[in-house]
């Protein structure tokens, strides 16, 4: 059984979205705290889960590495089916859900978006490459990718900025939203005028802009 972080909306908008986490911190990183709180300010019912290897560190203390691919998808698939339960015993069972996460867990939810069918999947800090790989980059499915998708990512992102993203073939169903000066993390250079603040709130305005057009 996942155990779930949920933020729930004092508004409800009958929307929900399943967000996991990135390779290097847990479901409760600020980062995942600021989206997640935002989000369900303006409505929209927020699932955080873990995939095993983090949930293991979380109860020993010890770090672990990812667990393999097979392993990440399975729990994407079982989050998603264990929301589904939880909201057909809440009476909600048609409510629409969304999918997505930060860096790697955006990127194993892009994976098997199609195979799922959410209403649409949002990507924050898309992993375009591996840090220092640009020459291997992760972007065969995005460029068939039917379901509706954002992705959100800073414009000198050490694995996929702006300048090299914009040669990639990606499927008219992406849409890209860039952040202005951010890195990674969506966080930009003091020198730039604009604060990680600045661009983690016009992030989660635009992810709920994208999910409210969904209906």
């Known amino acids: 059984m996942i155990d779930f972080l949920i933020n729930e909306p004092t508004q409800p908008k009958g ?3 399943i967000l996991a986490h990135g390779a290097g911190a847990s ?8 989206i997640a ?3 369900a300010a303006d409505g929209i019912r927020v699932w955080r ?4 290897y983090m949930s293991e560190r979380r109860s ?3 770090k672990r590495p990812p667990n393999t691919q097979k392993v990440l998808l399975e729990s994407w698939r079982e989050a998603i089916r264990q929301v589904g339960d939880r909201l057909l ?3 909600a069972a048609d409510e629409p859900i969304v999918i997505g996460g930060k860096s790697m867990g955006g990127r194993m939810a892009s994976l098997l978006a199609d195979e799922v069918k959410p209403s649409g999947l949002i990507c924050l800090g898309y992993p375009f490459h591996a840090l220092g790989k640009p020459e291997k980059p992760r972007t065969e499915h995005l460029a068939e990718i039917a379901t509706p998708t954002l992705i959100l990512q800073g414009v000198r992102d050490p694995m996929g900025n702006q300048e090299r993203v914009s040669e990639y073939s990606l499927s008219e169903m992406i849409e890209l ?3 202005q000066d951010g890195d990674h993390d969506l966080k930009p250079r003091v020198k730039s005028g604009v604060t990680h603040q600045d661009n983690m709130a016009l992030a989660s305005q635009r992810m709920v802009a994208f999910i409210k ?3």
Do not use: H, I, R
């Not at 889960?49 to 095993?52: A, D, G, I, S, V």
């Open 15 to 17: 929307v929900n979205l």
């Open 89 to 91: 015993q809440m009476g």
């Open 213 to 215: 057009g969904l209906s």
């Open 49 to 52: 889960f873990e995939f095993p």
């Open 60 to 62: 020993t203390g010890k």
């Open 37 to 39: 709180e935002s989000v």
């Open 27 to 34: 479901m409760d990183s600020a980062f995942m705290n600021t």
């Open 177 to 179: 939203f860039w952040l």
